[in-house]
């Protein structure tokens, strides 16, 4: 069973940065982070895979970064020009080696305008 720690996350205004946060326990192949907003479905943030490809979507290409550290099996995100409607709960996710997907109990992220 794989266990998400995150940290990170809180209240910023617009255009500052935060960061966050987490490490996951046992093998896994894939770690990033997904967001909810308010009565919508988690949306993807950015990944990065065991090889080291990473994924973002495209409303944070250029403002947010991923990176992750194999040997402490720990992802950042670093976010940067942060928006108003950045303004999230941000869930850490990993991906096992049997492909079972697994989630952190999520952090919330408030920007003000």
């Known amino acids: 069973q794989v266990q998400l720690e995150e940290s990170g996350g809180g209240w910023v205004q617009a255009g500052g940065s935060l960061r966050l946060s987490c490490t996951a326990s046992g093998n896994i192949f894939d770690l990033g982070w997904y967001r909810q907003f308010p009565g919508k479905q988690r949306e993807l943030v950015a990944t990065s895979s065991l090889g080291g490809t990473t994924n973002y979507a495209d409303s944070v290409k250029g403002r947010f970064s991923i990176s992750r550290d194999l040997v402490k099996n720990t992802v950042l995100l670093q976010m940067n020009d942060l928006k108003f409607e950045d303004t999230a709960v941000y869930y850490c996710?990993?991906?096992?080696?049997?492909?079972?997907?697994?989630w952190g109990k999520g952090t919330l992220v408030t920007v003000s305008q």
């Open positions: 996710y990993a991906r096992g080696i049997f492909q079972q997907d697994y």
